[in-house]
């Protein structure tokens, strides 16, 4: 197991590793969540150890980029003295998986380092859902009841648009700008990227689920 220490304190860091290292665990440390970030991209760990009160990048605005941004699915436990009910919940509403108030013992740090290895990387973490549709935004795949989309690179920017804001109404004007920023096409154009979507997202399908609405724009709907 692979694991990544992030906590300005740097006794904490140390202590952490040292008996990390005892229990045969690979860790690596990082001081702020901007340096965690960076070693996030560029490494493979298994479990997260966050703090939350550090400079430069505090530990739950880190986890929020991470989970948000980068779609790391690797299990987080945040680490830290801060232990009111509201700490908590920030915690976990920002993609955090466990909580482990300071102090602690190694030895539950390290019994928890393990459950959260076992369960694995979280599969909500860089997809998006609605009804029978999904989109992963790693690979850009696009599936509709267990059949492979293929999509146009518009139409897999519109689609991805309309899936993170279904089943609300995006406007035209929202998607042309999502699309081609200020630099507007022509009306026939973005109709024939929709009528192209439409197709992809219902062929061998009896219910269509997109959706246009006069003078609104464009939606995903579940019935």
């Known amino acids: 197991m692979r694991v990544l220490i992030v906590d300005d304190t740097h006794s904490v860091v140390e202590t952490i590793m040292d008996y990390l290292e005892l229990e045969g665990i690979v860790a690596d440390c990082a001081y702020n969540g901007e340096s965690a970030i960076k070693l996030i991209h560029d490494n493979h760990y298994d479990v997260i150890v966050m703090d939350i ?33 509201d700490d908590k919940i920030q915690a976990f509403h920002s993609g955090g998986d466990d909580f482990l108030n300071k ?35 790693q690979t850009n795949e696009v599936i509709r009841a267990n059949h492979v989309i293929k999509l146009s690179k518009i139409q897999r920017i519109i689609f991805k648009l309309l899936l993170k804001n279904a089943p609300a109404i995006v406007s035209k004007e929202a998607v042309i700008l999502e699309v081609w920023g200020e ?38 709907k579940d019935d």
């Open 53 to 85: 009160m550090m400079p430069k990048m505090d530990g739950i605005t880190a986890v929020k980029t991470l989970r948000d941004e980068l779609h790391c699915n690797r299990p987080i436990l945040f680490l830290t003295a801060k232990d009111t009910l």
């Open 103 to 137: 102090p602690f013992a190694m030895q539950e740090l390290c019994l928890r380092l393990h459950a959260l290895h076992k369960r694995g990387p979280r599969i909500d973490v860089g997809q998006l859902t609605f009804a029978d549709l999904s989109m992963n935004l």
């Open 183 to 220: 630099d507007s096409p022509s009306s026939d154009s973005l109709r024939s990227h929709i009528y192209g979507l439409r197709s992809a997202l219902d062929k061998g399908f009896e219910t269509s689920r997109l959706e246009t609405l006069h003078s609104q724009g464009y939606r995903l």
